[in-house]
């Protein structure tokens, strides 16, 4: 039996991502269960990764509405249909990783930047070794007490309370 190259399957999925549709207006949340249409993008993958395309209905006009994976990001990229809503932790991501490099690259491109983060970088080190030098030597003089030494000790004192206590 020879099957077509472009078979389309059909899959149940949930929306990966909240999205308006563009005829009706109608708001689709992440998480909503279709029944879709599945299919693999001709001619095109991504490190041997293969795309697939989506296609689903809108729930009010039934209005189709595609999407197809995007591995280089891990995501998925809206294609016709409908218009991804604001995704504001993905855009903060994005920004603080922005952020970050710039941040390295004026470190980089700054020798003052660099020693003084070498500094602050030793000065820390210096104090990670005074703490664990405080507690080797608090387990080496909780190491020496002996226990049972001190509790005869006690039991004695307290004896000797006793003692005092019955004559006086």
Do not use: W
Request: aromatic content about 8%; some cysteine; overall charge negative.
């Amino acid at each position: 039996m020879k099957l077509p190259k472009n078979r389309q399957y059909t899959v149940r999925l949930m929306a990966p991502f909240n999205m308006r549709c563009a005829t009706c207006g109608e708001y689709i949340y992440k998480g909503k269960k279709f029944n879709a249409r599945k299919e693999d993008v001709e001619d095109e993958d991504y490190l041997g990764i293969r795309i697939y395309r989506f296609y689903i209905k809108c729930t009010r006009c039934l209005q189709e509405i595609s999407f197809r994976t995007d591995p280089k990001s891990t995501d998925y990229e809206i294609e016709a249909g409908a218009t991804r809503n604001f995704m504001a932790l993905k855009k903060a991501e994005e920004q603080a990783k922005r952020e970050e490099e710039e941040e390295k690259e004026a470190d980089a491109n700054n020798p003052m930047k660099m020693l003084e983060n070498r500094t602050e970088q030793s000065k820390q080190e210096m104090e990670l070794v005074e703490a664990l030098e405080e507690l080797r030597e608090l387990n080496v003089r909780q190491g020496n007490v002996d226990f049972d030494q001190m509790l005869s000790k006690y039991n004695d004192e307290d004896r000797k309370l006793l003692v005092q206590a019955h004559a006086g």
